[in-house]
């Protein structure tokens, strides 16, 4: 009697255990719990939620329905595939919009091109594409772009160079990133990249913004608008970032006021070209001077683009090509082969960009650091009305939707079985010209009407940048750095990326 009590007990045992571990497991997906839907999941997993979205993603076949809370907003569509990427964001995309889901997020950028849909789209879009393909551009940004190169980069990489200290290579980018935007934005220099490292309040400020958006879209609108009334936890760094994106704008509008004042006076030829400038005189790119709050949201939104989204991927890419040595190889090989050089200081430096378009390698890798680690781990909208996608999912009207850029890397049915791995070969043919793969596939600049208008102004920052450092330093990651993105709408590595820097010349 007694050994068939404790078989039934173990044969009970081992049936709870497997139901137990089929509804945690669930085949690997979350389970929906009641009344809290798959939050807990999220929250368990909220130190890695972009590789926890392609994990689901990936075990669903591209396409998931997360569900949250009970009664809150907190449920979303996910999906990485190609498909409906292809209708979410052209075939369709009039459906599909930022709405009220995307500007509670990210309401500090106002009116601007981000943040728009519709009409006031196209009329922002119209700006921006105007501005950037405007000859004076292309001209002031050559002239810009090879000053802080040579009088900002490489004047503070020679420092750290001679001094052998140890720098934060994500920090290094931004700063060198928002000194160009800020010039071509608003026709100041803030010079927060030289030796001194001063405070950078944008960057701190854009940051703050971002995790704050992140949060705001996995959390339920009661929980963090409770923050914002008690102004605690990353609702108060939001409002003080807010403050602080106001008091620069109203200083850089007060600085090129002046300065166009003083040129209307001395009725001096003025070559300085920029945003705000084109904004407040007037010019034809721009129309009649608009009301200054849509000037502050469209300066932002420039600066914005300017403060992380190319220095994160220049760091991104450094640290896969240092733990890559042959791509770094490569590289040197075809900047030698390709680029005339002149010799500032002792250092090469190329003498002409429009040669950039002949590295051919270095693209792929920047195309492949793209695909592994793009800028924009996800991108949002809403649907405005019933749906099917057309992997047959159903979408209702208000349904809030994730495209999973990230996601879509990691994908063995897109990229192969060595999705994981950094192989610039892959974007190269046989003939060794770059491959071009759809942007429904790869999503780094979006898709549709509202692919990103400075795609191949992003490229030509990065080569600049990556083809001097390369062919002028030796970049050394120190070894043993917890390496990993913040929580936030922008894929930041966390803590930076802590580097050694050593003159190949010297």
Partial sequence: MTVFLYLGFIIFGIVFLRFLYGFIHNNGLPRKWPFVGM???LLFNIHRPHDEVADFLKRSNGTFFFKGIWFTNTSFLGTSDPENVRY???TNNSVYLKGSEWLKQFDIFGEALFNSDGEAWKRHRKVFHAFLHHPQFKQSLSKV????????LVTVLEYVSRREMVVNLQDLFVRHAFDIGCIMAVGFNPGVLSIE???NPFHK???DTLEAAFYRY???DSLWKLQSWLQIGKEKKRTEAWKAFDHLLTHYISIQRHKSKKTMASSDEDDDFNFLKCYLTGHEITGPTPKESLIRDNIIHFLFASDDTYSLTLTWFFYLISKTPMAEIKIRQEIKRHLSMKQVEGLQIPSNFNDLSKLTYLHAAFNETLRLFPPIPFEFRTCTKPDFLPSGHRVDRNTRVLIGIHAMGRMESLWGEDCYEFKPERWISEEGKLKRESPSKFSAFLAGPRICPGKELSFLLMKATAATMIHNYNVHVIVG????????????MKKGLMVTVKNRWS
């Fill in 39 to 41: 939050i807990p999941t």
């Fill in 88 to 90: 979410i964001l052209s």
């Fill in 145 to 152: 772009l090879r000053q802080r190169i040579e009088g900002g």
């Fill in 197 to 199: 490292f001063p405070d």
């Fill in 205 to 207: 400020a854009m940051s």
């Fill in 218 to 220: 996995v959390m339920p």
């Fill in 481 to 492: 750095q917890n390496i990993g993105p913040k929580n936030s709408a922008f894929y930041q």
